[in-house]
T-cell receptor
Framework: GDSVTQKQGQVTLSEDDFLFINCTYSTTTYPTLFWYVQYPGQGPQLLLKVTTANNKGISRGFEATYDKGTTSFHLQKASVQESDSAVYFCAPRGKLIFGQGTKLSIKP | EAAVTQSPRSKVAVTGGKVTLSCHQTNNHDYMYWYRQDTGHGLRLIHYSYVADSTEKGDIPDGYKASRPSQENFSLILELASLSQTAVYFC????????????FGKGTRLTVV
């Protein structure tokens, strides 16, 4: 069956650092993937989505890409800020499953 | 303005007691979900519903019941609460199934003692 994995449980960066987190989704069909962000004390909310056809999604300074060779989705941001501290989840379209989440902590 | 409202936001329950978590949505969405969040496990689907008066089991339904009396309301019921059910519970809704964005409530923190 399909499975989605986020191996990076926690990432700690300083302000203005580059962010790069991964989500691996194994499927036999062409995937579309959603990235959700959960701020402290809140429920998850949609950040952006990426499809293999478009190969890239962009929102709020975040960019999501897909690497067909490794079946991995990547979420990146050029310069993180303290306000980006949150948990980031990936979720394949068409499935009611989420990755384990990557907690991003930003040192002020 | 919040489209998915959960109540209560926090609850302490005793082991063996009955707990009901409530969810109300004003999105006019057909699908509603209950997820559980534990540290290190992300979000896991307990029950969901795509129409009033009908519910479906998710990935971890054991120990939980769900009720969808109307399109707007979806409840999660723990008949006999256990320590292992201590977690944060999220209700969510979407217009169709998982092909579209899912809108979450703010969560209910349940502590079973």
């Amino acid at each position: 069956g399909d499975s989605v994995t986020q191996k990076q449980g926690q990432v700690t960066l300083s302000e203005d650092d580059f962010l790069f987190i991964n989500c691996t989704y194994s499927t036999t069909t062409y995937p579309t993937l959603f990235w959700y962000v959960q701020y402290p004390g809140q429920g998850p909310q949609l950040l952006l989505k990426v499809t293999t056809a478009n190969n890239k999604g962009i929102s709020r300074g975040f960019e999501a890409t897909y690497d067909k060779g490794t079946t991995s989705f990547h979420l990146q941001k050029a310069s993180v800020q303290e306000s980006d501290s949150a948990v980031y989840f990936c979720a394949p379209r068409g499935k009611l499953i989420f990755g384990q989440g990557t907690k991003l902590s930003i040192k002020p | 303005e919040a489209a998915v409202t959960q109540s209560p936001r926090s609850k302490v329950a005793v082991t063996g007691g009955k707990v009901t978590l409530s969810c109300h949505q004003t999105n006019n969405h057909d699908y509603m979900y209950w997820y559980r969040q534990d540290t290190g496990h992300g979000l896991r689907l307990i029950h969901y519903s795509y129409v009033a008066d009908s519910t479906e089991k998710g990935d971890i339904p054991d120990g939980y019941k769900a009720s969808r009396p109307s399109q707007e309301n979806f409840s999660l019921i723990l008949e006999l609460a256990s320590l292992s059910q201590t977690a944060v519970y999220f209700c969510a809704s979407s217009p169709t199934g998982a092909n579209t964005e899912v809108f979450f409530g703010k969560g209910t923190r349940l502590t079973v003692v």
